[in-house]
């Protein structure tokens, strides 16, 4: 196998490794070379480097060749995901549709200079605007680089986990609920490079945004003070790196905190208000009639090894209306695992097993209105870029009269990448 050809391989089976525990069979790495310049490029490469704030991938082997110095050039990247669900019993608050596009995004990443990049992505199953990212960052250095533009915020382990990565192909329902639609916002971000500290065993970022959302789909804010901008900060310190050998090993924990000071939503049309609130902290969570300060803290783990993964995860969120006692507690919690068998059935594909359970209370103080949820199932990856899945999901709501509800769905996922 040429280096060449080698590289491509390895490119694609990074769409589906990442974070996620579908490790293709072991493969024998080609005695380190040195790199060659790189020339321009335009192509169409499988794969995706991380974004500046998405949840880092696992560094290279140590005996991997060194990366050859950077061009200038552009890449295509793209991930379409579907959702057919065959049966269904409808949730109380939610009806759901035969067929979904759970994802179909275009990517673009333009390398302008070394250390210099653009990157360009575009969500068609995101409501109003389709545009998700669109930020230039500057890396003059692992230990910092800045990016400025709209961006993913550094909210946690599944909102920073690239879609592809995900095992089931979703996040836990309080991940939406308590953060905003889509993740992002529109300002200035320092953090470390996708490869980190100390050989990826620390990464940092630091956000202050708009707050309003994305551009175009918010309400309008005019700059005011400081104190009126979002703010967000995660570390994720993984101590696998000190002792444990594989490539895709991993013992990461991460913290995050999200301060925001929104203005008051009231248009006259509850509608609108609920809509316009989907693109600040907390969404319809927080009194979004008053202006108010929302906080949210949360705390992740992740654990890999042997095909065996591991991630659990915690939300936190507190929110007050200004100048009033008007105030709510949330708190969504998941645990989630997953084991890829060692072998390849009949020799035709990766086959993993995972499981999750999560819990979400969206009002602390009210009692007896939580939501728990149990979601069961298996994929099966043909190859790195291709994904069949099939999950059952139970759900019990409970509410403050005592009432108790049950909601349930088995849907089958494909999802591609290229």
Known sequence: MTRA??????????????????????QTVPTAQPAQPAPPRIRLPLGAPADPAAYPSAPAPATAA????SAPGVELHGFV???????????PSQARDAFRLRFAVLRVDAQLARNLTVLGRLGLMVPDSPLLDFHATWTPHDAVGVSVGQFRLPIGASATTLAPQLVMLDRPGYVYSMTKIAFRDVGVMVHSSPRGIAGGLLHYWLAATNGAGRLG?????????????????????????LFMSAPQDRLALGASWVHSHDPAINTGNVTTDRNLAVNT???????????????????????????IWAQGEMLYLTTSAVGSGVSREALGASVELAYTLPVRPFDLANVQLAVRGERFDPNLSAGGDEQLVGSLGVNVIPAPAW????????????AATGEERSAGELTARLAAAF
Request: proline share 7%; aromatic share 8%; glycine share 10%.
């Open 81 to 91: 995901a579907g959702w057919f669900t065959p049966w269904a019993e409808a949730s």
């Open 5 to 26: 050809s080698y590289a491509l391989s390895a490119a694609a089976v990074a769409v589906l490794v990442g974070l996620s525990p579908s490790v293709a069979l072991a």
């Open 66 to 69: 060194p990366a050859a110095p």
């Open 281 to 307: 902290i907390g969404r319809t969570l927080a009194p979004i009639g008053s202006e108010r300060n929302t906080q949210l803290v949360g705390a992740d783990l992740t654990f890999a090894h042997a095909g």
């Open 217 to 241: 789909v918010g309400s309008s804010r005019a700059p005011g003070p400081v104190e009126d901008y979002l703010y967000a900060a995660r570390v994720l310190l993984d101590v696998g790196r």
């Open 387 to 398: 994904r069949a899945s099939l999950f059952g999901t139970v759900t019990r709501f409970h």
